[in-house]
């Protein structure tokens, strides 16, 4: 049975709380820190405060219990031997991550320090944090042999973040003494010894204890890297089969049939080759700025990553013309717009392309009839009501008289709805789908305009023979 270890977590966002429950529901004992006094009340109440799958079920094991809410950093600091700092690492004007919020927890962990303490970077952080975080420790006064420095960094998706966080594909471990990393070594061992897998009421995922999680044992700087380069990555794999989908859209291939062509091939894989109006979050775009950034600073030409972002935010501006091309002209034109998060499953509308993709509909005189399932309050606060957007309550009256319908979420919702009743509700039936939710051919035989991203745009018969006249 592997050890409890007394564990705090600063910062509640994404990151700190889901790690918080997790190393809670891997028998840890944990305080959860936060500044802001009216999240910690509300944690402390049973709000979950984000919209996250198994969140509020170990919440409300361990609330109050084996996970404490506060926002005394020192008392957390005195009590616990591992400090993980999950604080946000905004991105700055100039596309540099804003690490001012880490340098403050570090200055306040500092001036508690009573015994041998191990400091974790959990949020993602430019290589060379370490090296600070250490400095900034030591002008505190704090003797180097009381603390260490470790990088470990989190792969969690929102959405589906505890599984994610209990179920990883690796655990990446960046640390430059031995002491540091046996503790992370105890940290994790329910999960790489696999009790966690053999537990009855275990939260299910892809991990078992016959295919147990890998613990990568890193130098720091080298974990620092390994966040930013599987995020930029990942985008770069995204922003590839963006730039792919608008060749096929310009050979009339079908770009669905080439991912899954490429993706056979296993060096390859078939994830993240799904072509859409550009990636968004929080994550992805911070973070391949960032990394860009951290390169240009160290004199490494990595313009492939400019490349990534251009391809990125034009495929907004290719769905906006697709739209128009549908349509004609824009102003005045009713839209039901299906979907304002990031993605689906989540609340989170932190750059999201459809947010933007709605700002700019506004821009060109559109009224947006919007539903999210999740995302509404959000969007509301960044995109209020007027007489030209409004939020609907669910799809049909969002599409009730819509000049045309545009899915930019990929809720499961949105892939199977009532296609009858939306052509009897719709002005004109006509779909616009930046995230390929339909087979073109079964939209044409249920009446409907479609188009879709990187494939052949579908029209009925009728309607085609009369545009062709
Ligand atoms: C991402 C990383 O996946 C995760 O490892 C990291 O810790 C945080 O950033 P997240 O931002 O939650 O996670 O979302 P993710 O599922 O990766 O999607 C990011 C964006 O890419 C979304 O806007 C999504 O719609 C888009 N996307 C994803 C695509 O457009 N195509 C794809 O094939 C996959």
Avoid at 107 to 126: D, F, H, L, M, Q
Wanted: hydrophobic letters at 40%; one cysteine or more.
């Amino acid at each position: 049975m592997a050890e409890a270890v007394q564990i705090a977590v600063v910062g509640s966002g994404y990151v700190g709380l889901v790690a918080a429950v997790c190393f809670a529901e891997m028998g840890h004992s944990v305080i959860c820190v936060d500044n802001d006094e009216s999240k910690v009340a509300a944690l402390q109440g049973g709000d979950t405060l984000i919209h996250e799958n198994h969140l509020p079920e170990l919440l409300e094991r361990y609330r109050n219990t084996r996970v404490r809410f506060m926002t005394d950093l020192g008392e957390a600091t005195r009590t616990c031997q591992a400090i993980f700092v999950a604080v946000g690492t905004p991105q700055s004007e100039t596309g540099d991550a804003d690490l001012s919020y880490v340098e403050a927890v570090a200055s306040e962990i500092a001036r508690s320090i009573n015994g041998y303490k191990v400091i974790i970077e959990k949020s993602t952080v430019p290589v060379y944090t370490n090296e600070w975080i250490r400095r900034v420790i030591e002008r505190n006064g704090v003797p180097r042999d009381a603390f260490d420095i470790v990088s470990n960094p989190e792969f969690l998706r929102e959405g589906t973040a505890v599984e994610d966080f209990l179920h990883p594909d690796r655990i990446v471990v960046g640390a430059d003494s031995e002491r540091a990393s046996e503790l992370l070594s105890e940290i994790y061992l329910p999960l790489t010894q696999g009790e966690y897998y053999r537990r009855p009421n275990a939260i299910p995922g892809g991990c078992s204890p016959e295919n147990l999680p890998i613990l990568l044992q890193t130098s720091t700087k080298s974990a620092e890297i390994i966040k930013h380069a599987s995020n930029a990555f990942l985008a770069l794999k995204i922003s590839f089969i963006n730039a792919v989908s608008n060749l096929c859209e310009a050979a009339d291939a079908n770009v669905e049939q080439v991912a899954r062509g490429m993706g056979l091939d296993s060096r390859i894989g078939p994830k993240f080759l799904r072509p859409g109006i550009g990636y968004g979050g929080s994550c992805f775009p911070k973070d391949i700025a960032a990394f860009r950034s951290v390169a240009e600073q160290m004199g490494v030409d990595f313009n492939l990553l400019s490349e990534v972002e251009k391809i990125n935010s034009n495929q907004k501006k290719r769905f906006l013309s697709k739209v128009r091309s549908a349509l004609w002209t824009l102003r005045g034109k009713r839209l039901a717009v299906l979907g304002l998060a990031f993605k689906g499953d989540t609340d989170d509308i932190r750059e999201s392309p459809a947010i933007d993709l709605v700002e700019m509909f506004l821009a060109e005189g559109c009224t947006v009839v919007a539903y999210d399932p999740a995302a509404m309050g959000r969007a509301e606060s960044k995109i209020p009501r007027s007489s030209q957007m409004q939020y609907a309550s669910g799809v049909d009256e969002a599409a009730a008289d819509a000049d045309a319908l545009l899915i930019l979420t990929d809720w499961q919702e949105f892939a199977s709805l009532d296609l009858v009743q939306l052509h009897s509700l719709m002005r004109y039936p006509i779909i616009v789908d930046g995230r390929n939710l339909y087979d073109p051919q079964h939209m044409i035989e249920n009446g409907f305009t479609y188009l879709s991203i990187g494939r052949p745009s579908a029209t009925p018969l009728r309607e085609a023979a009369r545009l062709a006249v």
